[in-house]
């Protein structure tokens, strides 16, 4: 069987450093990386991974992710370009591609006048990334506001999801399928200025809680219910505590930061033992809420 390659010579290239497409700029290579130009395009190469038993893994905007040091195996793909990157208003709201950056769909909704997502200025990542992961924090989060979800299959299928076959948890979802191909948003009608000012508010206090002088800085855990994972390990005395290039952060101690020259095993050692501390301090049992591949 031809590999994935040599399938689709003109969207996959061998052996992609992925550092670059993430947040934290480290980490190995993917086997084989996919950007596709088109949703056919896009459902082909699915099933052409699923009939070689190629894993897949679709690449966001790598804000929630910590690649390994390792190489990815199997297919990394990325959704960028005008048929996964769109925004359009609805009858009840907007509707946009998953490959869209968040900032994207916050711009669009003010200048509408549409009410809703406001208050997740400030987070990074896509619109796939961002469903998937049901950003957000005490002030609301994505899942609220979403309406629909269209997504594809494993063998390349479409299949839509309306909001009564969803479930949104604390940064979670149950949308398990291979690809978020779009989502569409029910907002309401409200003046741009108002929204604006809501946005700002929004804004400072989601600043004040990162560590701002730092660019490459992740949020380690979910806050177990009821409780703050920041707080919990500052409390196991573990603010500051680095491990390599890895550090917790002195200013919210859910992040870590990647000082130059980081590895991944530096950032895997600083959660597992930042874990095991907090569950011998307090007895709670933090989950992880980054992505490893
Ligand atoms: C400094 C900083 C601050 C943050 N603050 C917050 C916060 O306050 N609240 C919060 O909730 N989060 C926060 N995050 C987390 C982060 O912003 C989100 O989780 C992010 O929006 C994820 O989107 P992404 O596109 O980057 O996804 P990625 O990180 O690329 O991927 C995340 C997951 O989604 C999957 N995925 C990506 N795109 C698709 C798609 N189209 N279809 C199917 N699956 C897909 C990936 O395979 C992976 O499993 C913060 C992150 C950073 C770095």
Not at 24 to 53: N, W
Not at 135 to 154: F, P, T, W
Not at 173 to 199: C, G, N, Q, W, Y
Not at 273 to 285: D, I, L, P
């Amino acid at each position: 069987m031809p590999t994935v390659a040599d399938a689709f010579p003109e969207i996959v290239k061998t052996r992609e450093p992925l550092a670059p497409y993430t947040h934290l700029k480290i980490g190995g290579p993917a086997e084989y990386f996919a950007q596709p130009r088109t949703v056919d395009e896009l459902a082909c190469l699915l099933k052409f991974c699923t009939a070689s038993q190629s894993p897949v893994r679709m690449l966001g905007g790598g804000y929630n992710l910590l690649i390994r040091d390792d190489p990815v195996s199997g297919v990394v793909v990325r959704l960028h370009g005008p048929a996964f990157s769109f925004v359009e208003t609805t009858p009840t709201g907007i509707r946009c591609g998953g490959g869209t950056p968040l900032f994207e769909l916050l711009a669009h909704s003010v200048k509408a006048g549409l009410g809703g997502l406001e208050t997740l200025v400030g987070l990074r990542g896509t619109v796939g990334g961002s469903v998937r992961c049901n950003v957000g924090d005490k002030n609301g989060e994505i899942g609220a506001c979403v309406r629909r979800v269209v997504v594809l299959h494993d063998d390349g299928t479409e299949h839509a999801r309306t909001r009564d076959q969803l479930t949104f948890g604390d940064h979670s979802s149950d949308l398990t399928e291979p690809v978020i191909l779009s989502v569409e948003f029910d907002l309401h009608s409200e003046s741009p200025a108002a929204l604006l000012k809501r946005m700002r508010r929004a804004w400072v206090s989601r600043k004040s809680c990162e560590p701002l002088s730092f660019q490459s800085a992740v949020r380690m855990f979910r806050n177990p219910p009821g409780q703050d994972a920041g707080k919990l390990i500052d409390k196991a005395g573990l603010s500051r505590y680095r491990f390599g290039g890895a550090e917790v952060s002195e200013r919210n101690p859910n992040y870590a930061i990647a000082h130059p020259g980081t590895t991944a095993r530096d950032i895997m050692k600083l959660l597992d033992s930042v874990a095991t501390h907090v569950k011998e301090f307090s007895g709670v049992e933090l989950r992880r809420e980054l992505n490893v591949w």
